[in-house]
């Protein structure tokens, strides 16, 4: 569609293209730049050597990298150089450009729209084995976006803080991703691709941001230009949807949910898991279920719970629903696997189609996946969800599984996508129970599921990183967000009980509550001991659920105005107060809808710098309001004090503060 109105001129040292984009260009060659003029922005096309630009309001606000585009063949990378001719028909703007190879070319589209550019480039000449672009990660402001990193150990918030490097991104990732970047001066970027790509931010600290996609087709993506990152942000939620519904209810929102991984790890079974569920209960450390992290294959799994029934009967009486692990992993050693080999339920290895697509799983041992696109397995599969339902008194699953895996061969006819959308609807048919699934490429949106960030270190930098890993998933698409665990897991040894309660109390102001680590004590997975904790911890433990409880009328009021405009409901600071720049690196506060800004203290000590954006906001702990924008210096937080604070302006103060108020959140 043409965009505004205007005339073609040329100047002295470069092409200006003033909207509306109508007829044909002249080419144009030579050392100085073409700019294409649009309402909104100019983007810049360099002659001398293939690069561009994106520039708004008199400024650069994003630019690809000297040399940024590249493709490589075999072993050798080659270089795309200068511009040999330009044209344009409608809104259509089409780039010849000569590469290190003398008989192959690139030829450039951009598609110009009023608050967007979309690019797409391919060879001709030869197919390449990869296509690359890269872009420089300064000219843009911090960078965001992507979703998890494959080290779970690290997130970098923003992502050009540190490094990120992810040679199989990919919509069969087991990290929740997608192909979306945003940046601090309102641009994005979204890959359209449904192949794996390799991905860097930072590498090595080159400063780039480098997007590499299989060279079989032309690179696609989509370059936002707007005026804030939400509005970004919602442009790409405008392409991938918005939920239509909560698959999480009410009730599991407001209470949490009990794993019993970090708690009990490889050892579990009946005895151990019930005298955890009891002294929870007695603890007053309620929820809604208790999911043994166990899987009913494992060769000796009746002989640890011989009478599933009975533990959910008893579960019951202390006021959890019983929940299950699943996932389509299928271990060599599990009952079953030689069932799943002799009748072709699981996915075929791409060399040998014959026999089964066996790799190293996270425990060393070999596993193969059944195949959901096999009409059979996952009927297979489903029937024996379903039996543990009926038959056992399981309530829901916590489905942790990826549904495909790129080192396998897909069923004949299917394709990743297929894979995601026959894993969702298997999930959909149960009750998670509040633990969600994991979906690379925003392949769910619809359904509305919960979504818990990979596991973390039991210290406080892998709590800084759960925080930071729920900021990257909830910004890339994924709002109804919780930490995987309360406490952390990995099998390292048990949180410090300092570590315990700064964790607990960070995610009773996030949207979810997922819990492992009891704070009435815990087994030693490194050594086998126990570890208890004192009393204090437990009441701690105990107020950050109650806060938490008097915060879900105020939740599930964002959960419903999620579901109207598809903004996430955590959030960092900027996406509501983006003129105030000192918001874009706090990666230790976060807004919780409009009107909560969560401060928790996330490291050693007892005392912490607080950032209040621009407003007027009533200090919950201290009693007092508070005009930002300001930093509070050494604000006091001892143990017993969660910093938050209430935008009084915003839609649902009354309702947050009632709750912060009621529950002694800073006790």
């Known amino acids: ?35 294409f003029a649009t309402p909104g922005y100019e983007l810049h096309v360099a002659t001398d050597r293939l690069t561009l630009t994106t520039v708004r309001a008199g400024r650069t606000v994003l630019a690809t990298a ?19 001719d330009s044209s344009r028909e409608g809104d259509t703007v089409h780039v010849t450009a000569a590469t290190d190879l003398p008989d192959v070319t690139v030829d450039l589209r951009i598609t110009l729209r009023s608050d967007r550019y979309d690019v797409n480039w391919s060879l001709s000449g030869t197919t390449a084995d990869v296509l690359s672009t890269a872009y420089d990660l300064d000219s843009a402001g911090h960078w965001y976006g992507h979703g998890e990193n494959t080290d779970q150990t690290v ?22 991703v997608s192909p979306f970047w945003y940046t601090a001066d309102g641009t994005g970027l979204r890959v359209d691709t449904d192949e794996p790509m390799d991905v860097r931010i930072n590498s090595g600290g080159n400063g780039l941001g480098e997007f590499t996609v299989a060279g079989d087709r032309p690179a696609t993506s989509t370059v936002f230009v707007e005026d804030t990152p939400a509005e970004v942000y919602r442009d790409h939620i405008a392409l991938v949807g918005k939920p239509e519904r909560s698959d999480t209810s009410y009730a599991q929102y407001a209470t949490p949910l009990w794993n019993s991984w970090a708690q009990l790890y490889g050892e579990q079974n009946q005895q151990n898991v019930l005298a955890w569920a009891r002294a929870l209960a007695a603890a007053g450390l309620g929820g809604h279920a208790l999911q043994i992290e166990e899987s009913v294959i494992a060769a000796d799994f009746d002989e640890r719970f011989p009478d599933l029934p009975a533990l959910s009967g008893e579960l019951k009486r202390l006021g959890f629903d019983l929940g299950m692990w699943t996932g389509l992993y299928m271990p060599e050693t599990a009952a079953g696997f030689s069932q799943a080999v ?30 959901l696109a096999n009409p059979a397995a996952r009927q297979w599969y489903t029937q024996g969800l379903k039996a543990q339902v009926s038959e056992s008194g399981v309530a829901g699953f916590k489905f942790d599984t990826a549904f495909f895996d790129d080192r396998c061969a897909p069923y004949p006819g299917s394709t990743r996508a297929d894979y995601v959308r026959y894993g969702t609807e298997l999930a959909d048919e149960f009750d998670q129970q509040g633990a969600g699934l ?24 892998g709590l800084r990183a759960a925080v930071s890993a729920n900021l990257a998933v909830s910004t890339i698409g994924y709002p109804f967000v919780e930490t995987d665990m309360i406490g952390g897991s990995l099998q390292y040894p ?15 102001l996030m949207p979810l ?24 911890t437990v009441g701690l433990y105990r107020a950050a659920i109650a806060t938490h409880v008097r915060l879900a009328p105020y939740i599930w009021d964002q959960v419903q105005q999620t579901l109207k405009t598809g903004d996430p409901i955590m959030r960092p600071l900027f996406f509501d107060f983006p003129k ?61 004090v969660t910093p938050a604070f209430v935008n009084l302006r915003a839609r649902g103060a009354a309702k947050a503060l009632t709750a912060l108020r009621a529950t002694g959140a800073t006790r």
């Open 342 to 371: 002799d009748k072709g339920y699981l996915l075929k290895d791409p060399s040998d189609p014959s026999r089964p697509c066996l790799f190293t799983w996270w425990n060393g041992r070999q596993t193969g996946l059944i195949d």
């Open 155 to 176: 997130q970098p918030w923003p992502l050009d803080s540190g490094q990120l490097v992810d040679a199989a991104f990919s919509p069969a990732s087991y990290q929740v």
């Open 494 to 508: 048990p949180p410090t009980a300092e570590v315990l309660v700064r964790w607990a109390q960070a995610a009773s």
């Open 1 to 35: 569609m043409p965009i505004g109105s205007g005339t073609l001129r040329r100047g002295s040292a470069a092409l200006i293209l003033a909207a509306p984009l109508l007829g044909t260009a002249p080419g144009a060659t030579g050392s100085g730049p073409v700019t």
């Open 513 to 536: 509550m997922y819990a492992s680590t009891s704070p009435t004590g815990v087994r030693d997975a490194t050594t086998g001991e126990w570890v208890g904790y004192d009393p204090q």
């Open 580 to 640: 105030d720049e000192a918001g874009y690196t706090v990666a230790d506060e976060w807004m919780l809808g409009p009107a909560v800004l969560a401060a928790p203290k996330l490291d050693e000590g007892t005392t912490r710098d607080v950032f209040l954006p621009s407003g007027v906001w009533r200090d919950v702990h201290r009693g007092t309001v508070v005009r930002g924008p300001t930093t509070l210096k050494a604000y006091a937080a001892p143990l017993g």
């Open 438 to 461: 994991r979906v690379a490429w925003n392949a769910a949106q619809a359904q509305g599921f919960a979504t818990r960030t990979a596991d973390k270190p039991t210290t406080f930098a």
């Open 66 to 84: 000297a040399g940024a585009f590249r493709f490589r063949i075999g072993d050798d990378w080659y270089l795309v150089r200068e511009v040999t």
